[in-house]
């Protein structure tokens, strides 16, 4: 039990973080800003019940402040509840059927991204340079969307072709896009 009351903040943070990774993930999948809903929903839900349960991480991470534990309980509880109000809204809606649209490409470009590597205690150093593709496309509402793409695809592509994207109803209500399955839906102008 002693063991067990160890580890548990460290589970429930590190779970929070996956939580708030989720939470990133769905505002770049999402078709509009209902990303939001889940998120304002967990805030809500965790206020208004204890606010995070402050007393367990003042005990746990040996903080007297309590405005710090109760921010520390506010972020984690409600990375918790949005992991899982996330994660239920991709499961697909039982009455709907997925979507597949051929979408417009506004822009193709590619960002710089550099490798990293620790070479002592506070020293990194930058390594080879490496690239990701992109494209923004325009969906049938008239909203602007990243689209990750592969080096080979991003090279067979121009402005003005269309990708097929497939949108996704969740259970929850919330529509998310993803790259159709069929790559060969692409068409050029």
Known sequence: MRFLRSILPSILITLAVLGWIFVFLQAKMAVSGEWRLPVTAACIA??????????????????????????IGILVS?????????????IPHPG???????????????TTHQHTRRVGRHYTTTGSVYYRYH???????????????????????????????EIHHGLLGMDYFTPAKNKNNDSRK
Do not use: Q
């Open 96 to 110: 709907k059927e997925d979507e597949v649209y051929k979408c417009p490409i506004e822009r193709l470009y590619k």
């Open 135 to 165: 494209a923004d496309v325009r969906l049938r509402d008239g909203k602007v969307k990243e689209y990750p793409l592969t080096l080979n695809r991003y090279r067979k592509l121009h402005k003005g072709d269309s990708l097929s994207i």
């Open 46 to 71: 965790v206020i208004i019940t204890r606010g995070g349960a402050p007393r367990f991480w003042g005990s746990e991470l040996r903080i007297k402040n309590g405005v710090i534990n109760r921010a």
């Open 78 to 90: 409600t990375g918790l509840v949005a992991a899982i109000l996330i994660s239920l809204n991709f």
